[in-house]
């Protein structure tokens, strides 16, 4: 009898695992087609724009592979310096955007590099995050104060030219109440608000 119980024991200790091991499972497909609508693919980065009153918030986020050609976590010292280059390019802000008619100066920029260069205190979360999920994206967001905004016509983009991996940039832009919608591409790279 004692036996038995024992068994019994063993078997809800299994299941239980089983259990746990197979959510563990869902959730990670959950998190690939979460993934996928977002919509990762390769050549493809998107762009938005939101302008209002005296101030531009820009938001870039790209597969890590447009902007460094890998998605992995970079370890040799030639992938961690690709990162570091594509971080340095990326932070420069008046390389990357051009203003018509008006003068902006930066408030505030984020460049976010963690899907591929973790910092040396998570390095180990980075790690499970990498082995669940071989996608990793690149993202970077700007914040503007501008003189004249509304004589603001167009933002030229300037990314092709700075990463060869940027085949198309999906824009979305927000203007004092208007909105639209428009695919970049190296030969018509601005984003034009009328
Ligand atoms: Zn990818």
């Known amino acids: 009898m004692v036996l038995r119980v024992k068994e019994i024991l063993t078997l ?9 091991a197979i959510q563990s499972v869902n959730v990670g497909e959950l998190r690939a087609e979460e993934g996928s609508l977002d919509a990762h693919v390769h050549g493809m980065s998107d762009l938005t724009i ?3 009153g005296t101030e531009i918030e820009i ?5 890590a592979m447009n902007i460094v050609g ?11 310096k690709a990162v570091e280059r594509a971080a340095t390019t990326l932070k420069q802000y008046d390389t990357v955007f051009s203003f ?9 920029s984020s ?4 899907g591929v260069l973790a910092d040396a205190h998570d390095d180990h979360d980075a790690h499970d995050e990498a082995s669940a999920d071989t996608h990793s994206d690149i993202s970077a967001a700007y914040h503007f104060r501008c003189e004249n905004l509304s004589g603001l016509s167009e933002i030229k983009v300037n990314l092709f030219q700075l990463f060869s991996g940027i085949e198309e940039i999906r ?5 004092d109440g208007k909105q639209g919608a428009v ?3 190296e030969d018509g790279a601005v984003v034009r608000f009328n």
């Open 12 to 20: 809800v200790c299994l299941l239980i695992f089983l259990v746990a």
């Open 50 to 52: 939101a302008i209002e």
């Open 59 to 63: 938001e870039f986020e790209s597969p």
């Open 70 to 80: 890998f998605e992995y976590q970079a370890q040799s010292e030639q992938d961690i």
């Open 100 to 108: 018509s008619d008006t003068i902006c100066r930066l408030i505030d």
């Open 111 to 114: 460049v976010n590099v963690a």
């Open 171 to 175: 824009t979305m832009w927000l203007k």
């Open 183 to 185: 695919t970049l591409t």
